[in-house]
């Protein structure tokens, strides 16, 4: 039989503690310790995606146009494999004629530029992990970073989606919601209020 001391309160979990993502929906020592925009890990997030990326470099996906450059990589492996046959068809890239459709080209690592700009997006939060700003204002930073690295690096990439003017991709339209989302995000939280408390609790005076 359980012990109704142990007992959780579901409605008092879930309804009594306010989030940047609409109406209070969850409050715990768990969720505020995951919680990114209410906790330092927010700068954990950069670090993770740094990381995460070197698992698409090893697997050979998510790499660039065709690229000559002395950091080209070929990926005869690849997921695809970043053949002439498999860039033509899969990602509407142009070869000169007379290339075999298995010839294997190289292309821009376009996982390595996530790592690299992904650590920098780590270095950067770190910088301004005291901030005096409310809150959660360390999590609009994110966005805001998150969608600019991921717009710039799409220019690179090999994608078969460049439907929209100036060749955009459609990640680049999320990534623009992404990082305006972040800038909006940080306006709102960039003050202290009541309603909105600083990273770092009010001491109260010892009498």
Known sequence: MANSSMKVNTTDWLTASPTP?????AVSPLYDAINPATSPNTIALAAAYSVGRTG????????GRPFNGPWAVMFPEGAPPSTVGNMSRMFGVTFPAGMSPSEVVAVHPTQIYEVLMGFIMFLILWR???HKHAVGWLFGFYCLLAGLERFTVEFFRAKDD???????TSAQLIALGFALFGA???YMRKDV???APGIYPKRVAAR
């Open 21 to 25: 993502f609409g109406p209070p929906f």
């Open 56 to 63: 698409c470099w090893a697997v050979g996906d998510d790499y």
């Open 128 to 130: 301004y992990r005291d």
């Open 162 to 168: 460049r439907f929209f003017a100036g060749g955009l």
């Open 184 to 186: 909006i995000w940080m």
């Open 193 to 195: 209020t009541p309603s």
